[in-house]
């Protein structure tokens, strides 16, 4: 199975599960060049994956899932990306949605909610979940026009608290599935609150009143995504559709193992299959097709050994990356702390789609003028790939982040407290009468300039996230579950 080329090791259960995204894939690829041509969801994919019980690929099985977790779902959106990588990206997205389930039952066994809020962040979650078993299809709306300077992602949308409800009103700039969701899961701030405390999470219904849909997305790449966005109105969300307790949004990040829901890494499978499928196509054109004077296979020519070392290291790289990935974030018993796993991430997310990039570009100079048609395999490639580069977190801001978490630790190290010596038997201080400007002594108990700005430092270097001072806060921590769909526009 295709699936098995990312995930090599799959148990028995793994791969039933991967049966059912094999069985899917003819009709995805079949529908994927018309889909491009046409910016559109293949409305037909909907009913394809409910009835194949994919949607509720991730979702534990005592909620009435299959029981999959992030291996599942890596090898699945891997494999959807080598047949239809705009379908397996709004499939990405549907599953992220578990997240907002699973993560809060997770703090809850963690202890952190309290006794009033326990009964109603467990009915949120477990609806997420049962919903998602269902076949319902589920969108994850986040991203937003507003943009501030500090934060990846910034939350102007508002939720007011009415009688029964909350009234929604703002507008989100991307999401997967737009139009074609059952749900669409939304982040709006809290009346009030201007710090991630105040995020809170609403089921909005595709055809609520007051819900309309954002002009069409022409995108380079990724076209079939659906990925128009939403303006909310005086959105009105019941009561039992939201969670809506400050805090509890924070609390879910607390739970992943690494990035923000922990399963971002199913994105990068999402362009990893998409290489593999060109590098494939690349391959067996040109090693079939040969040279009218020698006879020999176009691939044996100089320039194309070089592109096929270089798309081929490319390859691997953005391989490796995901699967060193997969086994720290999936390890039964974690080896890595939270930080570390973050911070491999950060840096493996942008090298691996700047990787997948290349094999792209590599296979459009391989297959030459005949490849480099707007609806060829190498001509779709590229443009769904060169998504993957400017993706809000893309591999520049993760070198940044990165380089900062390991420089402002290094610098910590420079920093350390003396340790306790006895006071000195020093004379009975004298006041000073003279009338000098001549100091006071520093008793034995003044902090030091240095241990101050020990301090400061390491307090800096612990916060992987900025101050949470505004919604916009948030960002970091969200960050993880923006893609090519929430790029600004």
Known sequence: MIGERLIEDMTDAERQRAQRVEAVLPALRAAAAEADRTATFPVSHIGLLREAGLLGLVVPEQFGGLGGTLRDLAAATYAMGTACPSTALAYFFHNTSASRGLLPLEAIDAGLFDTAEIPVVRAFAEKVLTRMADGVWLANFASESVKTSGANITIATTAHKVDGGWILNGEKSFGCATGVADYYLTSAKLEGYNTAEGLATFFVPR???????????????????????????????????????????TKMLTMSRGSFVGNQLAIAAVYTGCAQRVYDEILTATTTKTFADTGAPIASSPVHQVLF???????????????????VETAEVPFKPKQEVFTQWRLGKGAVTEACFRVALGGLKAGGTSAASMDGIAGRALRDLAMGLVMTFPAERGMLEVARIVTEAKANELFATAPETPAPNLPPQVPNTSGDSTPEPKSAGNTSETESAGITAQTRAMNETPPATSASATANAVTQDRTTSEVAR
Not at 210 to 218: C, L, Q, S
Not at 229 to 234: H, K, P
Not at 311 to 324: H, K, P, S
């Open 207 to 249: 055809d609520a009143p007051g819900v309309t849909v954002r002009a069409p997305w022409d995108g380079l790449g990724m076209r079939a995504t659906a990925n128009n966005g939403i303006r909310l109105t005086d959105v009105f969300v019941a009561e039992d559709e939201a969670l809506g307790i400050p805090g509890a949004f």
């Open 309 to 327: 070392g270089e798309m081929t290291r490319d390859l691997q790289t953005a391989y490796l990356w995901l699967r060193y990935q997969l086994t």
